[in-house]
C-alpha cells in the first residue's frame, strides 16, 4: 500500500525557514507527479508547490520566491523548504501524489513570533 509520511512542521518566527519533507513507500516514486497543498484553519485545502516526475516545479504565487519544492528520488522523498516565512503561512500541510489522489497525515506549521 503506497503511503506518504511528512515530517519538519513546527513553530518559527517570522522571516524564519522550514524544510518539511514528504517520504513515500513503493519503488515508483519517480514515476509520480507530487504535490504540496496547505490548509488553514477555516479555509480551503489549498495547492502550494507541485513537482513533475521530470523534475519542474511549480508554484501558488503567493510563495514563489520563497518556497523551494525539489525531490529525491533516491530517497523517495519529496521537500518544501520554506524561506521568509510570513504568519499567513500557518497551516497544515499535505503531500500529495497526483495519480490516485494520495494524501499523507499532514504536518502543522505555525508562524508566529
Known amino acids: 500500500q503506497f503511503q506518504l509520511v511528512e515530517s519538519g512542521g513546527g513553530l518559527v518566527q517570522p522571516g524564519g525557514s522550514l524544510r518539511l519533507s514528504c517520504a513515500a513507500s513503493?519503488?515508483?516514486?519517480?514515476?509520480?507527479?507530487m504535490d504540496w497543498y496547505r490548509q488553514a484553519p477555516g479555509k480551503q485545502r489549498e495547492l502550494v508547490a507541485g513537482?513533475?516526475?521530470?523534475?519542474?516545479?511549480n508554484y501558488a504565487d503567493s510563495v514563489k520566491g520563497r518556497f523551494t519544492i525539489s525531490r529525491d528520488n533516491t530517497k523517495n522523498t519529496v521537500y518544501l523548504q520554506m524561506n521568509s516565512l510570513k504568519p499567513e503561512d500557518t497551516a497544515v500541510y499535505y503531500c500529495?501524489?497526483?495519480?490516485?489522489?494520495?494524501w499523507g497525515q499532514g504536518t502543522q506549521v505555525t508562524v508566529s513570533s
Open positions: 513537482i513533475t516526475s521530470g523534475g519542474r516545479p
Open positions: 500529495h501524489r497526483v495519480l490516485g489522489d494520495c
Open positions: 513503493g519503488s515508483t516514486f519517480s514515476f509520480y507527479d
